[in-house]
């Protein structure tokens, strides 16, 4: 008869039997590999039978046109043009919200059309014309859609509100006498979450009369 003990018992391999590494030694180069991070240079690909170093995600020179002025700055390429206009440019009047081109508060005219700013790169606005809400304003004159925002009482938490008045001046340059269809479908992808929209269409309408 077996003794229970010996039965249950089943003899246990010496860790480094089994996998060929202790648990010391496992930990010991652990250690090692967290404490030393791993440096590598640009890699080279072979172009015109040459070796060429392949450098990204680095920064790179980037020259914008925003407002009628040059701006330069070194971005990396995965830098949206949201990001480089608030943080990079210190143009701030464009807001960041959702920050996944579902509302609109970033909304800035390239080449005069309504663009989320927060999804597209900078890199992609090199060459062109960019305007923000920060150029309405001439001589320390209110645009009038801006002046009609005020009168209607058009903006509450104001975190909309420079994205809709950039959609709206869009629009009206547009459709200077915008139907409610008009109005549907081109501001349709600017969202105010404190319900102003009577105001805004107030605001719409004030701005048509005077041939905003």
Same mark, same amino acid.
């Given at each position: 008869?077996?003794d229970?003990e010996?039965?249950?018992k089943?003899?246990?391999?010496?860790?480094?039997?089994?996998?060929?590494v202790?648990r010391?030694?496992?930990?010991k180069?652990?250690t090692i590999a967290?404490a030393?991070?791993?440096?590598?240079?640009?890699?080279?690909v072979?172009?015109?039978?040459?070796?060429v170093?392949?450098h990204?995600p680095g920064?790179?020179?980037m020259?914008?046109?925003?407002?009628?002025?040059t701006y330069?700055a070194?971005?990396e390429p995965r830098?949206?043009?949201?990001?480089a206009?608030?943080?990079?440019?210190?143009i701030?009047?464009?807001?960041?919200?959702c920050d996944k081109a579902e509302?609109g =508060? @970033?909304t800035?005219? #390239?080449d005069?059309? %309504?663009?989320y700013?927060c999804?597209m790169?900078?890199?992609?606005?090199q *060459?062109?014309k960019?305007?923000?809400v920060?150029a309405?304003?001439?001589?320390g004159?209110?645009?009038?859609?801006?002046?009609?925002?005020?009168?209607?009482?058009a903006?509450?938490?104001?975190f909309?509100?420079?994205?809709?008045?950039v =959609? @709206?001046k869009?629009? #009206?340059?547009?459709? %200077?006498?915008p139907?409610?269809?008009?109005l549907?479908?081109e501001?349709? *992808?600017n969202?105010c979450r404190?319900g102003?929209y009577?105001?805004?269409r107030?605001?719409i309408?004030?701005?048509?009369r005077k041939?905003?």
């Amino acid at each position: 008869m077996h003794d229970d003990e010996s039965v249950l018992k089943t003899p246990e391999e010496p860790m480094e039997e089994r996998s060929g590494v202790s648990r010391r030694d496992f930990l010991k180069i652990s250690t090692i590999a967290a404490a030393v991070p791993v440096v590598s240079g640009p890699k080279m690909v072979l172009a015109a039978g040459e070796q060429v170093p392949v450098h990204g995600p680095g920064k790179v020179p980037m020259s914008f046109n925003v407002n009628g002025k040059t701006y330069k700055a070194s971005l990396e390429p995965r830098v949206t043009l949201l990001d480089a206009l608030r943080d990079s440019l210190d143009i701030t009047g464009t807001k960041r919200v959702c920050d996944k081109a579902e509302c609109g =508060a @970033c909304t800035v005219l #390239l080449d005069d059309k %309504p663009v989320y700013a927060c999804s597209m790169l900078a890199i992609e606005g090199q *060459g062109k014309k960019i305007t923000t809400v920060e150029a309405l304003m001439e001589n320390g004159k209110l645009h009038p859609i801006q002046q009609a925002f005020v009168d209607n009482d058009a903006s509450q938490c104001g975190f909309c509100t420079p994205g809709f008045v950039v =959609a @709206c001046k869009a629009m #009206l340059d547009k459709h %200077p006498d915008p139907t409610p269809d008009d109005l549907l479908h081109e501001l349709s *992808g600017n969202i105010c979450r404190c319900g102003t929209y009577a105001g805004i269409r107030g605001a719409i309408a004030q701005a048509a009369r005077k041939g905003a």
